[in-house]
Nanobody, 123 residues
């Protein structure tokens, strides 16, 4: 499975941005897809995830109520809509895909990773 993240950029605090992740290859092997982020000097942090079946979703505490994850019907593109952005949301955002049984909330629960896209929120 190959993942290509895009859509990052510079946005002012309070603004919105949508990042996308295009998936190709053996996507039928994947059960869930997610977004993580990593700020300089910090660990990679869980942001959001979505299940292929039923489109169940989960969010990290720091983004609940502000971010929304979705996927197209073909399970080929996953989106992360980010609203009410804050300077502390500044990070490289990575998309990832995992097989059945992997934890949604942990890096170890994902088998495939994209290259990341930088989101910068100015104050």
């Amino acid at each position: 499975v190959q993942l290509q993240a895009s859509g990052g950029g510079l946005v002012q605090a309070g603004g919105s941005l949508r990042v996308s992740c295009a998936a190709s290859g053996r996507t039928f092997d994947t059960y869930h897809m997610g977004w993580f982020r990593q700020a300089p000097g910090k660990d990679r942090e869980f942001v959001a995830a979505i299940a292929r079946s039923g489109r169940r979703t989960a969010y990290g505490d720091s983004v609940k109520g502000r971010f929304s994850i979705s996927a197209d019907n073909a399970w080929s593109t996953v989106y992360l809509q980010m609203n009410s952005l804050k300077p502390e949301d500044t990070a490289v955002y990575f998309c990832a895909a995992g097989r059945y049984g992997g934890s949604w909330y942990r890096v170890e629960g994902y088998s495939y990773w994209g290259q990341g896209t930088l989101v910068t929120v100015s104050s």
